[in-house]
């Protein structure tokens, strides 16, 4: 079973930062999609961020300017640094990996646990 095993959640003031970390087995790292999502009471899981095995982002617009997504290859870890944070960025927060396995071609979708977020107003 493969684990993506995410930290750095926490409460945060208004206006504060943090930064989540992802780590992702190598395996899967190199070739797939890394991403972050958010759950919020009652809503369905958004997307985030996300950046490909070639780097390129994408971001949601009620975040764009206040987070970056960031991946660093020698680790194996995806980052989610989060500025500016607001009381509605208040969610819990998943890592996603997905893409294709070079040895197999099998499709992979991987989530973490989820860490929570809590900003105070």
């Known amino acids: 079973q493969v684990q993506l095993v995410e930290s750095g959640g926490g409460l945060v003031q208004a206006g504060g930062s943090l930064r989540l970390s992802c780590v992702v087995p190598g395996s899967i790292f190199s070739s797939g999609t890394m991403g972050w999502y958010r759950q919020r009471p009652g809503d369905q899981r958004e997307l985030v961020a996300s950046?490909?095995?070639?780097?390129?982002?994408n971001y949601a617009d009620s975040v764009k300017g206040r987070f970056a997504i960031s991946r660093d290859n020698a680790k194996n870890t995806v980052y989610l640094l989060m500025n500016s944070l607001k009381s509605a960025d208040t969610a819990v927060y998943y890592c996603?990996?997905?893409?294709?396995?070079?040895?197999?071609?099998?499709?992979?979708?991987?989530w973490g646990q989820g860490t929570q977020v809590t900003v105070s107003s």
């Open positions: 996603n990996a997905y893409g294709i396995l070079s040895t197999t071609l099998e499709v992979y979708d991987y």
């Open positions: 950046v490909d095995s070639g780097g390129s982002t």
